[in-house]
C-alpha cells in the first residue's frame, strides 16, 4: 500500500502542473487584463468590460483598450510592474518554480501574500465543505438503510417523495428560501443573514464562540447539503438492495445470523464500498461548485468568492493560486477516498490490481 500512496502522491505533481498551463494558456486569450483594469480605472471608466462594449479604440495602434492620453513609458511601467514583458513561456516557468517553493505571488490589487489571502479565507470553505458533507453521509446512510430494508412500504414511498424534491431544489434557491423564512427576509429572525461569526466575537466565552459559530453556519450548510443529501441516500438505498439480493445474504439467512448481523457484519462492508468512492465528488462538489453561490448570498467571505472576484479584477496570482489549492485539495481528497476503500474492505488492493 506504501507504493501505492507514493505513486499517487507523484501523480499529484504533473497533474497540478497540467491545470495550471491549461488555465494559464487560456488567461492568454482571455480580453482584459491587469493592466487594462487599471487604465479604466485611471481614465474614469471604473471597469475593465466598459472598453468592449464602446466600439474600436481611436488610436488602433495602442496595444490596451481605453490607453489614449496615458504615455508609453507609463504602460511600459505597468508591464514591468506585472511581468508582462517577458514572453509568457518565461512567465509560466518562472510561475512554476515558485510554486514549487511554495511561493504563490503577491496580489495585484490587494498588496497581500496569496498564501496568507487563501490562509485567511480558506476556514470559510472549509467548514462549508466539511461540515456539509458530514451531515450529508451522517443522515443518508442510515436513511438509504432504512428505506433499503422498508423497500415498497408507506416509509420509504414518502422519504422517496421527499428527497426527489430535495434534489430538484438548486441549492442557491433553497439558500434564499432559508433566509426568506428564517432569517428575517419575510417570517422568522431566527438565524443571521450574513458573515460566520458575530460582532462580538472576541467578548463571547469559549462555549458562546461555539454556540455563536453554529448559529451563523446553519443555513449556510443546510443549503449546501440538500442536493447532495438526495444523492446519497438514493445511492445508499439502491447499493444495499442489490446486496441484499445477492447469494451470501441469504445463505446468512439460513444459518440463522441475525438480521442486525447480516445487514451490519455482512451487507454494509460490501455497500458501502460504492457510497464511499462518491466521497469526493461530494466534498468536492460542495466544496467547489457551491462555494461561491452560497458564500456569495451569504455573505461568506471564503475561497469561492475570493476566486470569483480575482477573476472579476484579473488578479492573475491569487486565481492561479486558488486553481492550485482546489485542485490539491480535490486530489488529496480522491487518495483519501482509496484509502477509506482499504480500510472499509481490506481484501481491496490497490498495488496488484492491473492498470
Known amino acids: 500500500m506504501g507504493a501505492y500512496i507514493l505513486k499517487r502522491l507523484l501523480l499529484i505533481v504533473p497533474t497540478l502542473l497540467g491545470i495550471l498551463l491549461i488555465n494559464f494558456t487560456l488567461v492568454q486569450f482571455v480580453p482584459g487584463g491587469p493592466i487594462e483594469q487599471i487604465i479604466a480605472e485611471t481614465e474614469g471608466e471604473g471597469d475593465v468590460f466598459a472598453g468592449f462594449a464602446g466600439g474600436a479604440p481611436a488610436d488602433m495602434e495602442s496595444r490596451y483598450e481605453g490607453a489614449q492620453g496615458l504615455s508609453p513609458e507609463f504602460i511600459a511601467q505597468l508591464e514591468a510592474q506585472f511581468g508582462f514583458d517577458k514572453p509568457p513561456v518565461e512567465r509560466f516557468l518562472s510561475m512554476v518554480w515558485d510554486y514549487m517553493r511554495l511561493d504563490l505571488g503577491e496580489s495585484y490589487f490587494r ?76 417570517y422568522w429572525q431566527i438565524f443571521p443573514q450574513r458573515g460566520l461569526t458575530s460582532e462580538n466575537w472576541e467578548e463571547l466565552s469559549l462555549i458562546g464562540k461555539v454556540l455563536d459559530y453554529f448559529w451563523h453556519i446553519t443555513l449556510p450548510v443546510a443549503a449546501s447539503t440538500i442536493s447532495a443529501f438526495a444523492t446519497l441516500t438514493l445511492l445508499s438505498k439502491n447499493s444495499f438492495l442489490d446486496e441484499i439480493k445477492k447469494q451470501y445474504v ?6 440463522g445470523i441475525t438480521e442486525r448481523r447480516v445487514l451490519y457484519g455482512h451487507v454494509f462492508r460490501n455497500a458501502m464500498l460504492i457510497v464511499v468512492a ?20 451569504f455573505s461568506l467571505d471564503g475561497l469561492g ?8 479584477a484579473r488578479d492573475y496570482p491569487v486565481i492561479f493560486g486558488t486553481l492550485f489549492m482546489f485542485g490539491l485539495i480535490g486530489l488529496v481528497v480522491g487518495l483519501l477516498a482509496d484509502l477509506m476503500y482499504v480500510w472499509i474492505d481490506p481484501r481491496i488492493d490497490f498495488e496488484t490490481r492491473e492498470t
Open 278 to 297: 462518491g466521497f469526493p465528488a461530494v466534498f468536492v462538489a460542495v466544496f467547489f461548485g457551491g462555494s461561491l453561490i452560497i458564500e456569495t448570498i
Open 111 to 186: 498588496s497581500i501574500g496569496v498564501t496568507e489571502l487563501i490562509l485567511e479565507k480558506m476556514p470559510v470553505s472549509i467548514s462549508l465543505g466539511l461540515w456539509s458533507t458530514l451531515i450529508a453521509y451522517l443522515v443518508s446512510i442510515p436513511l438509504g438503510i432504512r428505506k433499503a430494508v422498508h423497500d415498497g412500504t408507506r416509509f420509504d414511498t414518502w422519504t422517496s417523495g421527499v428527497v426527489i424534491v430535495g434534489y430538484a431544489i438548486p441549492g442557491f434557491l433553497f439558500a434564499i428560501l432559508l433566509l426568506v423564512l428564517f432569517a428575517g427576509g419575510s
Open 305 to 312: 468568492r475570493l476566486g470569483f472576484e480575482a477573476a472579476v
Open 250 to 255: 441469504m445463505t446468512a439467512r439460513a444459518k
